[in-house]
């Protein structure tokens, strides 16, 4: 199996249209997630001769990146405005492979902080709070 580079990888905002567009988010440098997991439910009873157990509906978890701080892209803006209206939107990454992979998921703006420092950039940390499914892979 051949490894997909991370390079060319595109993670897009959906601008809630009908049809819908997504515009992708400049300046990304790293990204994590989609990642989650099912809660356990424990369905042991007193016949029980050992732990039974059932799995749960899955959350699928956070997505999170980091990106060069830029004022003027839209998207970036974006994201600190939807933070604000606490304003569930669609995403999609699409990764650079020969399938041309495209992973979508709805998601709230969890946090959008910035850092820097000395002989540095500033950057930006963005995380997403994932809701319902994860689709695409």
Do not use: C
Request: net charge negative.
């Amino acid at each position: 199996m051949a490894s997909i580079e991370t390079q060319g990888t595109v993670i897009s905002r959906g601008d809630g249209g009908g049809p819908e567009a997504f515009n992708p988010i400049g300046e990304i440098i790293s990204f994590q997630g989609p990642g989650g997991s099912a809660s356990v439910i424990d369905t042991t009873h007193l016949g029980s001769l050992a732990k039974e157990k059932r799995m749960g509906l899955m959350d699928e978890g956070q997505f999170t990146f980091e990106a060069n701080l830029d004022t003027a892209d839209t998207e970036q803006t974006g994201l600190r405005a939807d933070r604000a209206a606490r304003t569930l939107r669609n995403f999609q990454i699409a990764l650079n492979d020969v399938a041309s992979t495209v992973i979508s998921f709805s998601a709230y703006v969890l946090s959008v902080s910035i850092q820097g420092g000395v002989d540095d950039k500033v950057g930006a940390s963005v995380t997403l709070e994932i809701s319902g499914p994860v689709t695409g892979w």
